[in-house]
């Protein structure tokens, strides 16, 4: 019975101290912080990327 009652007392130390805890939080929105930031540069590069394929588009065919 006693080593009940301090495995109860162990799990109830460590849920508290889980809840006081913030890195989890913050390591997720960190997370979410760089993942809008590659959408942001992929959809970038996507739109220069189409713009300077026309360009050299209409070079390759000025150049003929």
Do not use: W
């Not at 495995?7 to 809008?36: F, H, P, Q, V």
């Not at 970038?44 to 390759?60: E, Q, R």
């Amino acid at each position: 019975m006693l080593k009940l009652f301090v495995a109860a007392e162990i799990l109830k130390l460590r849920i508290k101290s889980m809840i006081g805890n913030d890195s989890g939080a913050t390591a997720i929105e960190y997370g979410l912080i760089a993942a809008l930031i590659s959408v942001v540069i992929v959809t970038a590069v996507t739109a220069i990327g189409g713009d300077l394929a026309t360009k050299f588009t209409a070079v390759d065919n000025s150049l003929k």
